[in-house]
């Protein structure tokens, strides 16, 4: 009897001891005026999840993603799933006046949006699935290399030959600050297995790691971007101090499958 | 002394030498694909790739980590399965229980030394399979530094490159704390003997129950189960190879494996306590 009592309280005071010493830490960003950065990037795959492959941002949710960027009020937008170049401008118009790159090539195109400061250098660069978009942004007297990219959905080799080049291409620049961002639809999170979604898992990992070799993943243990639970839009920096970010869940609508992604960074 | 009849008992049952063949056959086919892969990713055999593997990344504690990986989550639990699940079950079904009990010994006697032996037993079998790893991974690949990347066996969530003396401060760790982890598993077939009269219903009862529980904490579906299954906690042992050991983590995690160990030892032994000999 006294052994069973024993062995009843090693197990009650076990399991107190773990559920008091587990902190519970909100991991999303939260939006406030008070916080103080000198650049605040954003990464949104705006398009959504409906048909068979999904399909491009629709026009009548262009007005909800421009109260979103307009609420968090950032410096740099990388926006995914474009259907063209009109579209862009519409943004750009309702934004009043924000400037941006758009990539070249089919629909479904990346792109970059700025308030201040102006750009240099813009290329789209041919790749598969679709052009990426790189450039030198000029920003309260320093120069930030910009990368939007939006690696394939389906292939593992398509996204570690996409990430790998735009990694490679975005290091040799000479510029000390560095952004490489948008949906990698790479997903290496430790505590799940992922091989349901992938084609090559291991892929996948060297993937992420070829990046994260080079470059801060921002938004590092803040929680899931997409549906279903699943981590695929980063940020990736260099040159910065990260100051705070991480997905910003309950804004995306209608058939969206994407959270936006938020980073404060200060210049080092 | 009772405690070493239950040490000659596991000696005569052969179970030792069974369990430690298999773990030279789950070492040498470990080996056998770690070697055959390390050679064609680094042997020029893959086309253009952007990766981080190269011939340094697989080396004898790469192997012997991959190995240790492997077997705790999935050989050793089987083994701690195998042992629990043949004790109360075995005696019972031996009819051996009868003269034990009939001796001035305490069911709580029979029951600890029963469970110490077993457990010592578990923590020995771990060393085993970690130190001969660690041997086979110096002979055959040699060591080097330790590079943990995010993503591989899901250890870390930023690169860690431990140098060799530092891994091995780490394998020491993860000896002690996977032997924690698979009490567990060992509690469970602990609990299952005790109530299931035919040991071989009792070892394939843990050994299902405990397949279970893993792939439903493996699989991302249940992830509002996930807390409550210990097999979701049974990997905490890799917090130890970490440039710097988050050791509140690893008594947090600890601590919750050892409250399901000692939830199912309690039912187990009041079982025992309670129950009838027919």
């Known amino acids: 009897m006294k052994a069973e009592i024993v062995l009843w309280s090693l197990a009650i005071f076990m399991g107190f001891y773990s559920y008091t010493s587990s902190q519970i830490t909100e991991k999303h960003y939260r939006f406030s005026k008070m916080n103080k950065q000198d650049l605040r990037v954003i990464t949104w795959n705006v398009g959504g999840s409906s048909g068979e492959k999904g399909n491009a941002l629709r026009y009548e949710f262009i007005p909800r993603i421009v109260n979103t960027i307009k609420s968090l009020q950032p410096d740099i937008i990388f926006l995914q799933e474009l259907v063209g170049r009109h579209q862009a401008e519409s943004i750009s118009y309702q934004l009043r006046g924000w400037r941006f790159i758009v990539a070249k090539g089919s629909n479904r195109q990346t792109a970059i949006f700025f308030k201040n400061g102006f750009i240099r250098n813009a290329q789209s660069i041919p790749a598969e699935p679709r052009h990426f978009v790189i450039c030198d942004y000029y920003h309260k007297k320093r120069v930030v290399s910009l990368l939007g990219l939006h690696a394939s959905a389906y292939s593992a080799k398509r996204r570690n030959t996409v990430i790998g080049y735009a990694t490679d291409t975005l290091r040799q620049k000479k510029t000390k600050y560095k952004i490489l961002a948008g949906d990698l639809n790479v997903d290496i999170g430790l505590d799940k297995r992922h091989d349901l979604f992938s084609d090559n898992e291991q892929l996948d990992v060297e993937t992420y790691n070829y990046a994260a070799k080079f470059f801060k993943d921002t938004t590092l243990l803040t929680g899931n971007t997409a549906e279903p639970d699943r981590r695929l839009d980063y940020i990736f920096a260099s040159g910065f101090v990260v100051k705070r970010g991480g997905p910003i869940l309950n804004v995306k609508t209608g058939d969206m499958d994407h959270h936006p992604v938020v980073v404060d960074l200060n210049f080092e | ?278």
């Not at chain 2, 000692?262 to 079982?271: H, P, Q």
Request: with cysteine; charged share 10%.
């Open chain 2, 1 to 278: 002394m009772i405690c070493k009849f239950e040490y000659h008992k596991l000696k005569r049952s052969h179970r030792p030498f069974y369990s430690m063949l298999s773990i030279i056959l789950y070492l040498f086919f470990i080996l056998f694909g770690f070697y055959t892969y390390a050679q064609t990713q680094t042997g020029g055999q893959v086309n253009f790739r952007y990766t981080f593997e190269n011939r340094s990344y697989f080396n004898g504690l790469t192997f012997a980590l991959y190995a240790f990986y492997f077997a705790v989550m999935m050989v050793l639990p089987i083994f701690a399965a195998t042992e629990g699940g043949a004790q109360v079950a075995g005696e019972t079904h031996n009819r051996t229980l009868y003269l034990m009990l009939a001796r001035p010994l305490s069911r709580s006697q029979i029951f600890f030394s029963k469970l110490f032996v077993s457990f010592s037993y578990l923590f020995f079998l771990v060393g085993y399979l970690l130190a001969f790893a660690l041997l086979t991974g110096l002979v055959f690949v040699g060591w080097g530094t330790l590079n943990l990347y995010p993503g591989v066996l899901q250890m870390s969530h930023v690169h860690q490159s431990l140098s060799q003396s530092e891994a091995l401060n780490s394998f020491a760790c993860a000896w002690v704390l996977a032997s924690v982890a698979l009490s567990a598993p060992l509690a469970l077939s602990f609990l299952l003997s005790t109530w299931i009269r035919n040991p071989l219903n009792a070892v394939s009862t843990s050994i299902a129950l405990y397949l279970i529980l893993y792939v439903m904490s493996e699989i991302h579906f249940f992830v509002k189960l996930r807390p409550y299954f210990f097999t979701s906690y049974m990997g905490f042992w890799r917090e130890a190879f970490r440039e710097e050991i988050l050791w509140g983590q690893i008594f947090q995690d600890g601590a919750k494996i050892l409250a399901f160990t000692f939830v199912f030892l309690a039912l187990a032994y009041r079982r025992f306590r309670l129950r009838e000999e027919i």
